[in-house]
């Protein structure tokens, strides 16, 4: 499956360039606010050392890595909700993401203009919120209204008890939303929303319900040998979101080592005292946040990774690779990568009874290895 992610922010704060970086792709970053029209769609292979042993191991002809599915989203201004900008389009391609990677600037360039005049990572979080918010209400009362009708007129409509009772759970969701919303507090729209979702209750979606990330845009100079960790900037947003909803990155430094060579990529980071590429730290985050694991098919045509979200059956699992294989599944041949890593081979693993057969309940776990039988 592929992840959709999003990139949102304020103009001119290095969306493009670090989409650019993500994708290899040439989307325009000019210094200038809205040129990104369109969203840009790309996808991305996810850099996975597992997959790599897993080729050597099998002398597998092909790889085929698991995907994230990245949107490039135009810069949002103070307004757009009410057609500010290039208007409140662009807040609906928000809704078809999975997870918003909020992108806030952090560094100074008198010759990047950035449409406050001035660097402040909170306030320019706050812009983007507060139109996702104003949309939403938009989106919710006219919601309501929907369904006090409904509600008015069930009778007539010979609504069952339970169909009544679970319009007036998402009336009363609906009535704490609007709350939440006039408050401007994220934190508790987001949980409000997940309460109701764990007693099967929904609404329509919620760009403000979105799970998120933080991607704090830093200069060259300030990534180089993690020197934003001293930066006012980085400071006040560890503060309010805590350290692992925050990325630090460099999209200038991501975009030029994006069209080197891997060794030339390793040197340069290097170079840089830099541990860690700030994009494999992007794909990696979102995994977390999205709660996804990815399994491996393997053998000598081909090493394939797959993403499925945790606590997905095997036969669920089954279906990502194809529908035959989820509509006739008799079972499943199972063992982790690192117990290959370590025997090498499947026959150590099976004289070591590594390998094991699963039915239809088994959980497919992080690094599992499978071969499914099927009969169609």
Request: glycine share 6%; aromatic share 6%.
């Amino acid at each position: 499956m592929a992840i959709q992610a999003g990139l949102v922010g304020l103009p001119n704060v290095g969306k493009s360039t670090l989409f650019n970086a993500l994708t290899k792709s040439s989307v325009p970053a000019e210094n200038y606010p809205f040129c990104t029209i369109d969203p840009h769609v790309a996808i991305t292979p996810v850099n996975d050392h597992r997959l790599d042993n897993l080729i050597k191991i099998f002398n597998s002809k092909k790889r085929v890595s698991a995907t994230v599915q990245f949107s490039d989203i135009a810069g949002l201004v103070k307004g757009a909700a009410t057609g500010e900008g290039l208007g409140n389009q662009f807040l609906g391609h928000i809704i078809d993401v999975d997870l918003i990677l909020h992108v806030i600037r952090c560094f100074e360039n008198d010759d990047i203009t950035h449409v406050s005049q001035k660097i402040d990572p909170l306030e320019d979080f706050e812009i983007v919120c507060a139109e996702l918010m104003l949309k939403d209400l938009e989106s919710i009362e006219k919601r309501e209204v929907k369904v006090l009708n409904i509600l008015k007129t069930s009778k007539n409509k010979n609504l069952s008890s339970q169909q009544i009772n679970e319009l007036e759970k998402e009336k009363k969701l609906i009535e704490e939303v609007k709350i939440a919303i006039q408050e401007g507090n994220l934190d508790k729209i987001y949980a409000i929303v997940k309460k109701y979702k764990k007693e099967n209750i929904k609404t329509i979606s919620l760009l403000s319900a979105k799970n998120y990330l933080i991607i704090a845009n830093f200069s060259e100079e300030d990534f180089q040998g993690k020197k934003y960790l001293n930066n006012i900037n980085y400071k006040n947003l560890i503060k309010k979101f805590g350290q692992d909803k925050v990325i630090p990155v460099s999209a200038k430094i991501e975009s030029e080592i994006s069209q080197l060579k891997d060794e030339e990529k390793k040197e340069m980071l290097e170079s840089l005292e830099i541990t860690e590429s700030g994009l494999d730290n992007i794909i990696k985050k979102t995994y977390e946040s999205l709660g996804l694991i990815t399994f491996f098919t393997a053998g000598p045509t081909e090493a394939h990774a797959w993403s499925i979200k945790k606590n997905t059956n095997v036969v669920q699992a089954a279906g990502t690779i194809h529908s035959d294989m989820e509509r006739g599944f008799i079972c499943a041949q199972i063992y982790n990568c690192k117990d290959i890593f370590e025997l090498r081979n499947e026959p150590a693993l099976k004289n070591a009874g590594k390998i094991r057969t699963e039915g239809k309940d088994y959980i497919v776990q992080n690094g599992d290895v499978l071969l499914i039988r099927f009969n169609v």
